[in-house]
C-alpha cells in the first residue's frame, strides 16, 4: 500500500503566489502532498481566494482578537492540528512565529526567503541585495527557528542580478525561481530526500 501524501498546512498574508505553485505542483501529480488547510491572518489575503479556487479549507485567525502572539499561535496551532498537519508552509505569512508554535511542530515549519541566506534576511530582502551592490542574489528555503530567517538551509537558487535591474524587476525574477524551488522543497521532503530533524544539512552529511 503507498504511503499517504504529506498533509500541509499553509499560513500566507497576502497575494499567495507561491502557495499558487504549491498547487500547481500538487495538482500535476509532481509533489505527493496535499494542502489541508490555508490560515491567513489577514481577511483580505489574496491566498485565501485561491483555496477556495481549489476547495481548500481556510481559516482567518486575527491576530487583534488575541491577547497576545502566544495565544494567536495556540489558536493557529489548534486549527492545523484538527486538519491532521504534517508539515507547516509559510508563503508569505508576516508574522514571526513564537516559540511556542514551533514546540508544537518540532522541526516541521519551513519558509521561503527572497535571498541567498544568510545574506539579506528580514523584510524588503530583494532592496537590501541592491543597495548591497552584490552581482547575485536568489532564493533560499529553510527550517524555521526562533531567529528571523535564520533556521538551517534546505534549498537555494542563484539569480543574476542584472545592471538596469529595479526592486520589481529583481524581484519578479526571483519569484520565477521561488515557484520552482518551494515546491521541489516539498516534494524532497514528502519523498524523504529531505530530513527535518532541525540540524544544519551538513551536520547530517557529517554526521
Ligand atoms: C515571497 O517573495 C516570499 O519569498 C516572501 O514573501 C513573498 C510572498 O509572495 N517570504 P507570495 O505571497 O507567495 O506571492
Do not use: W
Request: glycine share 8%; proline share 6%.
Amino acid at each position: 500500500m503507498s504511503e499517504p501524501s504529506l498533509r500541509l498546512g499553509v499560513l500566507a498574508s497576502g497575494r499567495g503566489s507561491n502557495f499558487a505553485a504549491i498547487l500547481d505542483a500538487i495538482d500535476a501529480g509532481d509533489c505527493d502532498a496535499e494542502v489541508a488547510i490555508l490560515v491567513s491572518d489577514r481577511p483580505t489575503a489574496q491566498a485565501l481566494v485561491r483555496a477556495a479556487a481549489h476547495a481548500i479549507p481556510t481559516a482567518v485567525v486575527r491576530p487583534a482578537d488575541y491577547p497576545d502572539r502566544v495565544q494567536y499561535d495556540l489558536q493557529v496551532v489548534e486549527r492545523l492540528r484538527a486538519a491532521g498537519v504534517q508539515l507547516v508552509v509559510l508563503a508569505g505569512y508576516m508574522r514571526i512565529v513564537t516559540p511556542t508554535f514551533l514546540a508544537c511542530f518540532p522541526g516541521r515549519v519551513i519558509n521561503i526567503h527572497p535571498a541567498l541566506l544568510p545574506a539579506f534576511p528580514g523584510l524588503h530582502a530583494q532592496r537590501q541585495a541592491l543597495a548591497y551592490g552584490v552581482k547575485v542574489t536568489g532564493c533560499t528555503v529553510h527550517v524555521v527557528d526562533e531567529g528571523v530567517d535564520s533556521g538551517p538551509i534546505l534549498l537555494q537558487r542563484a539569480v543574476a542580478v542584472e545592471e538596469d535591474d529595479t526592486e520589481e524587476s529583481l524581484s519578479a525574477r526571483i519569484l520565477v525561481e521561488e515557484h520552482k524551488l518551494y515546491p521541489e522543497a516539498i516534494r524532497r521532503i514528502a519523498r524523504g530526500e529531505i530530513l527535518l530533524d532541525g540540524r544544519p544539512r551538513r551536520a547530517q552529511e557529517v554526521g
